[in-house]
């Protein structure tokens, strides 16, 4: 009987070692289990995962003992999954009046504000660029100035332009900067809800400038700006500072070759989103986050219980990440803080999206700039999607810098993001992207099937390949590749 019974051992652990990463694949990735994981992640309950809230405490809860329930290991010997860190969140506690001779402007969005109580004359400067400063005096006075520069005046674009006209503000000796704009209505809402409070890991220093807005009105009301004396008027109490207490959720697995091991792959998305903003036609202002990025979180946890059911080769770190939508924080504290030597990561698999418009592919940025392509190819292939670079559809709006898997590239882990089929910014992706009707119940669970098949099976691939991945030969980020591996003396990465 004893015998029998070894028999009966090695004739199943002779077929797993059968199957292949195809069928490992199918066995273990669940159409229902992936809805279960989205419907929860972006229910009304967790109102929209916002950085340093209650819910999103619940979120790495569930994220958390989901992980332990796959057979994840924690990342300490308390059985912790948690890495806690403060962050500092400054935010406005009532809105700021402003007029401009006379008119009111409510749509405010403000990067910096001190206490402010004042009726002054302002100084107009058309676009504020280097060449509208000859001849004027702005010392200790407020700045009004058209939004973005002549050749970018849409809302993404413009931002481009944000950080150079203020410094020419401070260079001038000016006490404020107030950019003005007519943006689409469709994009400004989403746009002023992410910037309504601001979460830095660092506490930060005075600023330079009293103030620095930008305000949303009319191309009538835009057009009179250069034909007129701008008296403001101005009251605000402030931006306030508060400490907020957040998490990245993370466990491991063990690879199962005795020197491959060592290496390890990381699965990383990020969890939190925008939390409450402005009511939509519906009244619903609770942005829950479907598609960014309960998707993305979803395919980390597909990617953990298959890994976790059959390791592959190389080990596997799984990071959720906290305050993506705050400026990568989650991401950035972890590069800072790593909770195994950076060295060991030879690949970072991230997963993040603000939405579909094309079911028949996987969108990856950064797919052409690793050697790991052909693996992401073969994965998504198999599951009847073609894997396409985000630059070969959106090339000026820079996605790989834009995610969290631009933290460990900086750093020098080759490090793409795989995401849902998009091959333009159409009606159909400013539909849900930071907007309330982004809900589980809008989302294609049949595609969706086929996307977490193929990234795990890219997955797999990446993690069993005998040859270690890398970046393309003259990438941006190689030198920083090259020094975290101990290829050529450390040089560092400019942000």
């Not at 746009?191 to 009538?220: C, D, M, N």
């Not at 298959?306 to 939508?325: D, H, Q, V």
């Amino acid at each position: 009987m004893k015998n029998y019974t070894l028999l009966l051992a090695f004739a199943f652990a002779s077929f797993l070692s059968a199957q292949t990463d195809i069928e490992k694949v199918v066995e273990t990735v669940n159409k229902s289990e992936i809805e279960g994981h989205i419907h929860f992640l972006a229910d009304d309950v967790l109102k929209g995962r916002a950085t340093g809230s209650p819910e999103l405490k619940i979120a790495a809860s569930y994220l958390a003992n989901t992980l332990r329930s796959y057979g994840v290991k924690p990342i300490s010997d308390s059985g912790d999954y948690y890495q806690k860190f403060e962050m500092f969140r400054f935010h406005l506690t009532e809105e700021i009046n402003i007029s401009l001779n006379g008119i009111n402007f409510p749509e405010i969005v403000a990067f910096d504000i001190d206490a402010i109580d004042s009726e002054e004359d302002a100084v107009y400067l058309n676009y504020g660029l280097e060449s509208d400063y000859i001849g004027k005096d702005v010392k200790d006075k407020i700045i009004i100035v058209k939004a973005g520069t002549p050749d970018a005046l849409e809302l993404r674009p413009a931002l481009g332009s944000r950080a150079p006209k203020r410094e020419l503000a401070i260079k001038n000796g000016a006490r404020g900067l107030i950019e003005i704009g007519a943006f689409d209505e469709a994009i400004w809402p989403r746009f002023k809800h992410a910037f309504e409070e601001r979460v830095s890991l660092t506490e930060g220093e005075k600023e330079p400038l009293l103030l620095y807005l930008w305000i949303q009105t009319s191309q009538e009301e835009l057009d009179k700006l250069g034909a007129e004396t701008l008296k403001i008027k101005i009251k605000s109490n402030g931006i306030q500072k508060a400490i907020i207490q957040s998490q990245n959720v993370v466990g491991v697995i063990a690879g199962t070759d005795p020197e491959l091991k060592k290496e390890y792959v990381i699965y990383s998305a990020h969890y939190d989103h925008i939390g409450i903003g402005k009511p939509d036609a519906k009244g619903d202002s609770i942005y829950n986050g479907a598609r960014d990025n309960a998707i993305g979180v979803t395919a980390v946890l597909t990617i953990a219980k298959n890994l976790a059911k059959y390791p592959t080769k190389r080990s596997a770190l799984f990071i959720l990440f906290t305050g993506e939508e705050m400026g990568l924080l989650g991401s950035r504290y972890y590069v800072q803080h790593p909770v195994l030597p950076l060295e060991q990561m030879i690949y970072c698999f991230n997963t993040d999206g603000g939405g579909y418009n094309n079911t028949t592919l996987a969108t990856i940025a950064g797919l052409n700039r690793t050697t790991a392509k052909d693996k992401m190819i073969e994965g998504a292939k198999t599951f009847g999607l073609k894997a396409l670079d985000i630059d070969e559809v959106a090339p000026e709006e820079g996605l790989f810098d834009r995610s969290d898997n631009v933290s460990f590239a900086k750093v020098g882990i080759p490090a793409p993001t795989y995401s849902t089929g998009f091959d333009a910014f159409d009606d159909e992706i400013n539909k849900y992207y930071h907007q309330a009707a982004d809900e589980a119940e809008s989302l294609d669970y049949d595609y969706l099937l086929k996307f977490y098949q193929g990234y795990v099976l890219s997955g797999r691939l990446i993690s069993n390949d005998p040859e270690r991945p890398y970046w393309i030969k003259g990438d941006k980020y190689e030198a920083a590749g090259n020094a975290l591996y101990g290829k050529v003396p450390k040089v560092p990465i400019k942000d």
